[in-house]
């Protein structure tokens, strides 16, 4: 039997960690539409691939659980710089 599947998230994984990315960008001052419009929106697929298979669920949720307003994205994050440079372009 193969292992792959543990590197898989679950479905139930996915959902929450798309929530995640959502709570993260509107946290971090990131539009949706502006994320969309870097590289055709490639850049945004990447960004989802990227928070489905990240591994800091538990520190996600306990980093935008105790924030309160806009904040730079935590470094444990896998788009923040993504994240960063979208704020950048926004100022």
């Known amino acids: 039997m193969s292992t792959s599947r543990l590197w898989w998230p679950t479905r139930e994984q996915v959902l929450r960690r798309q929530d995640l990315m959502d ?10 539409c502006a994320a969309l419009r870097v590289d055709g929106g490639m850049a945004y697929i990447e960004a989802r691939a990227k928070c489905r298979l990240c591994l800091h669920e538990a520190a996600c949720q306990h980093w935008l659980a105790a924030g309160e307003g806009l904040h730079e ?4 994050c896998p788009n923040a710089r993504f994240f960063c440079a979208l704020r950048r372009e926004d100022n």
Do not use: Y
């Not at 709570?23 to 949706?32: F, K, L, N, P």
């Not at 994205?73 to 444990?76: G, H, K, Q």
């Open 23 to 32: 709570r993260m960008m509107a946290t971090s001052g990131v539009g949706a």
């Open 73 to 76: 994205p935590p470094d444990f």
